[in-house]
């Protein structure tokens, strides 16, 4: 287990956690009531795309490392982002996610 990626990836998801939460707290949708829980499941979700990141080095579908760093982070910040939207009023936390999973695994490929 390469550990500097971990912590890579893991620090990189709590920062797009935060922007994520923040973000959510300041935006109006109709029916929809943002409470703290909510919020801190949002942080959660996007802390498990870090920690998905981090331990999924060695899987390798595709040739490229950084094709291999796109795809793996797409699917997991689709998987953690899919249980954000049943609440409601949360469709638009699934291209986030695929985009902020996507820069994590990058990140994390490049500096872990």
């Known amino acids: ?47 498990l795309i870090g920690v998905f990141v981090g331990i999924a080095d060695a899987l390798t579908p595709l040739k490229g490392k950084y094709q291999n760093a796109a795809l793996r982070g797409a699917v997991f910040g689709l998987i953690t982002s899919v249980s954000i939207s049943f609440y409601g009023g949360g469709q638009m936390f699934i291209p986030a996610g695929i985009i902020y999973g996507i820069l994590t695994d990058l990140i994390a490929t490049r500096f872990g």
Do not use: H, Q
Not at 22 to 37: C, H, K, L, Q, R
């Open 1 to 47: 287990m390469n550990w500097k990626r971990i912590c890579i990836a893991l620090i990189t998801a709590s920062v797009f956690g935060v922007f994520c939460a923040y973000g959510t707290s300041t935006v109006d949708i109709p029916n929809f009531e943002i409470t703290m829980a909510y919020l801190l499941t949002i942080f959660y979700a996007r802390l």
